[in-house]
């Protein structure tokens, strides 16, 4: 996260623009590069009169839950960013340069972070291009809405708020009458 913040406070320092999405079902993009067999699952009949406790499905994508699709999803991404022209930190694997800008993937989601707000869309529709099935947030939320932190320059100071989340905890509580004191 501290990664993340930096990139927050440099991109409201140089008013750069910033982007999340979130890849749909990440794991299943990645390519399994061993043999995973699994159980037929119970709901699932064969037609040949062979029990089900006889067969097993040969998987070729990952899938959530197992071992290896965090490391598959992983590699798949950075395959696909590196064909895009993105180099992988040597220091923060989660962390792409290349395009006139920097990537922070964690997981399913990515957050882009640039000077170039159409480079910034033009990176996210080559993904899709690529094959990736991704959603992006109304395109006039930035980063900072997606993880729910307000950051304002005042008085020569970077002032974080997180009015959004408070006032969401509020309501799902039933609090939003609350008195401050």
């Known amino acids: 996260w501290s990664t993340i913040r930096m990139l927050l406070c440099l991109s409201l320092q140089y008013g750069w623009f910033t982007r999340a999405v979130d890849f749909a079902n990440a794991f299943v993009h990645a390519v399994l590069n061993e043999d995973v067999y699994v159980a037929l699952p119970a709901m699932f009949q064969d037609d ?24 598959a999803w992983y590699d798949c991404l950075k395959e696909a960013l590196t064909k895009l022209g993105f180099k992988n930190s040597a220091v923060e694997p989660g962390l792409f340069m290349g395009r006139g800008m920097i ?4 997981v399913d989601d990515c957050l882009f972070f640039g000077p170039d707000q159409e480079e910034i869309a033009k990176t996210i529709k080559d993904l899709v291009n690529l094959g990736f099935s991704l959603t992006e947030g109304d395109t006039s939320q930035d980063v900072f809405t997606f993880l729910g932190v307000e950051l304002v320059k005042q008085d020569g100071n970077i002032v974080l708020s997180q009015e959004g989340l408070i006032k969401k905890v509020l309501k799902t509580t039933g609090m939003t009458e609350c008195n401050r004191t």
């Open 103 to 106: 990537v922070v993937c964690w």
């Open 48 to 71: 040949s009169g062979i029990d089900n406790k006889d067969l097993v499905l040969k998987l070729k994508k990952s899938l959530y839950g197992l071992a290896q699709s965090p490391k």
